[in-house]
């Protein structure tokens, strides 16, 4: 069982503990593999499709792991108990989706020890999201792949009584800890983004219609966000080469 780079990611950040639960697990490797390197004693692999799910029992079964993987057909986390899994996975959908996820399942997300999440869009929406529901992101990570980007977050409930922390524009955009410890992934995937939106913000310019007036505002504040987020890459690169 030869798993992707991203997957292989999403399992060392999964890192250790009782039970994980793989919400959306396809084709259920990443359970396997959990269970195989003995990172967890036992694996709830769920999906909203019967055709993924039945792909994921025969390679439960073909691995011989039938009593440590119980599959479960649910949307979400519906099927998931609350306290049943000290750490939830949720990856390969885009951040819209797993935002209602989250909000759906919110008492059982909340009780998890630990989730790992890796949304395929709206990653600055998601971050928000987030930080303003209770969460602590606790890692980051940002990998390209056969031409595409993925974030990889480490998430945690906050304990009640503590307070969430404030980030700034920019960290909500492009990942406060991925912009602290100047991340050469991000940083490439910046720099053509900054160029997209410059393209994109000349073209609305030009086009000078109702419909780009309208979205020109949007554009350049992300666009400056952008900048903001590629000078604090920038500031202090000298002395790492």
């Known amino acids: 069982m030869e798993l992707s780079r991203r997957l292989t990611a999403l399992i060392h950040m999964a890192g250790s503990g009782d ?10 490797f990443v359970s396997i593999a959990l269970i195989r390197e003995k990172k967890y004693r036992r694996a709830i692999a769920m999906d909203i499709r019967q055709d ?25 986390l519906d099927k998931l108990a609350p306290g049943e899994a000290d750490a939830i996975l949720i990856a390969g959908m885009g951040g819209p989706l797993m935002i209602s ?5 919110e008492e059982t997300a909340r009780r998890a ?11 600055g929406l998601f971050r928000r999201f987030l930080l303003s529901h209770g969460y602590r992101i606790e890692a980051e990570e940002m990998l390209q792949e056969e031409g595409k980007y993925y974030l990889l977050l480490q998430v945690k409930p906050v304990p009640e009584g503590e307070e969430p922390k404030i980030w700034k524009p920019e960290e909500v955009a ?9 991340d050469p992934v991000l940083r490439q995937y910046l720099g053509g983004r900054r160029e997209v ?3 994109l913000e000349e073209q609305l310019r030009q086009a000078d219609t109702e419909k780009s007036r309208q979205r020109l505002p949007q554009i350049r504040q992300e666009r400056e966000l952008a900048e903001i987020a590629w000078d604090r890459l920038e500031q202090g690169m000298k002395f790492l080469v």
Do not use: M, N
Request: hydrophobic share 35%; with cysteine.
């Open 113 to 123: 020890q630990k989730l790992i999440l890796s949304p395929h869009s709206e990653w």
């Open 174 to 182: 492009y990942g406060k800890i991925l912009l602290e410890k100047k």
């Open 19 to 28: 039970t994980v639960a793989d919400v959306g697990c396809d084709h259920g």
């Open 52 to 76: 993924p799910l039945a792909r994921a029992r025969e390679h439960v079964q073909e691995a011989g792991l039938k009593e440590e993987i119980a599959l479960r057909l649910s949307d979400g």
């Open 197 to 199: 939106l410059r393209q």
């Open 101 to 105: 996820i989250l909000e759906r399942g």
